[in-house]
């Protein structure tokens, strides 16, 4: 049985697409290992190299987690595989609440953004940033915090005992979330076998002269190498000078490995993330 390392608790967004992961590969029991931050998750894969990592990476309506997009770069843990999974929240309250006793909501901030006109439609309802989503589950569960509602998944209210009130309450129904497997150098073969990779995540950095990115991604191009994400950061200390995350998918494992040997020259401090299987949006 696997044993994954999540940022949040039993409930939280993350754990549900390590269960869809694992699960779309024939493993239908894995265990939870919660942690406080992104930044634990990486410590304790890095202390236990029988755990696995999960990290969010971006949102189709937030964007990217620039962060950490830095503390797996810095990390030296490998990506092993990525999960795609549509947000879908929830509005749950205790089994004797209903929409008419409602006085607060609780939240993670980006929950309730990307709920805002659902909030919207509650008349004199104050809205409460949490630092999860499926936190604000718990503590209403297990204060029996009445007139209070959580914004959550649908995983979460269940798990915790509470009432659904309402369903699919975000905004936005396109809305998805991409998640980063990470896995300790050793194991990266066993979880994502050469066989089975057509992605790879890579950074590097460019000298500051005139069409430096450009031949890069025109290598790419002649290879049949397909740019799928390119995100850049500022490099602390070194004014105007970017480290660039870029996603690739491929058909052919030999040109795309000719292709980082083509631009190897024309880049500096080139370092592969992992290479892993692509997970294809599911609505």
């Known amino acids: 049985m696997k044993t994954v390392a999540i940022q949040g608790i039993k409930g939280a967004y993350h754990e549900i697409a390590a269960r869809e992961y694992f699960r779309e590969r024939g493993e239908n029991e894995i265990e939870i290992f919660p942690c406080n931050k992104f930044k634990d ?3 304790a894969v890095k202390k236990d190299p029988a755990l696995i990592g999960i990290m969010a990476i971006e949102n189709t309506i937030a964007g990217s987690l620039l962060q950490n997009y830095e503390l797996i770069r810095e990390s030296d843990l490998v990506v092993v595989g990525e999960q795609k999974i549509r947000i879908s929240h929830c509005l749950a309250v205790l089994p004797s609440d209903d929409l008419e006793t409602i006085t607060e909501v609780h939240s993670h901030p980006i929950a309730l ?6 909030l919207n439609t509650l008349s004199s309802v104050k809205i409460v940033e949490e ?5 604000s589950a718990k503590q209403i569960a297990e204060s029996q915090q009445k007139g209070h509602a959580a914004i959550c998944s649908k995983y979460a209210a269940e798990w915790y005992g509470l009432n659904i009130l309402e369903k699919g309450i975000e905004t936005n129904k396109r809305n998805f979330t991409r998640f980063l497997l990470l896995s300790n150098r050793w194991r990266a073969e066993e979880l994502a076998p050469d066989s089975e990779n057509n992605k790879v995540s890579i950074v590097f950095t460019l000298p500051h002269t005139e069409g430096s990115l ?5 290598i790419f191009s002649f290879y049949d190498v397909n740019l799928t994400k390119i995100q850049s950061l ?3 200390g070194r004014e105007w000078e970017y480290l660039f995350y870029v996603d690739l998918t491929f058909k052919n494992l030999l040109r795309y490995k000719q292709s980082l040997e083509a631009i190897r020259p024309l880049t500096k401090d080139l370092k592969i993330l992992g290479e ?3 997970n294809n949006v599911k609505g």
């Open 41 to 43: 998750v990486l410590l």
């Open 113 to 118: 953004m990307q709920c805002e006109e659902y």
């Open 131 to 135: 630092e999860d989503t499926a936190l």
């Open 214 to 218: 450009s031949k890069v991604l025109s």
């Open 234 to 236: 500022p490099i602390l």
């Open 276 to 278: 892993y299987k692509e």
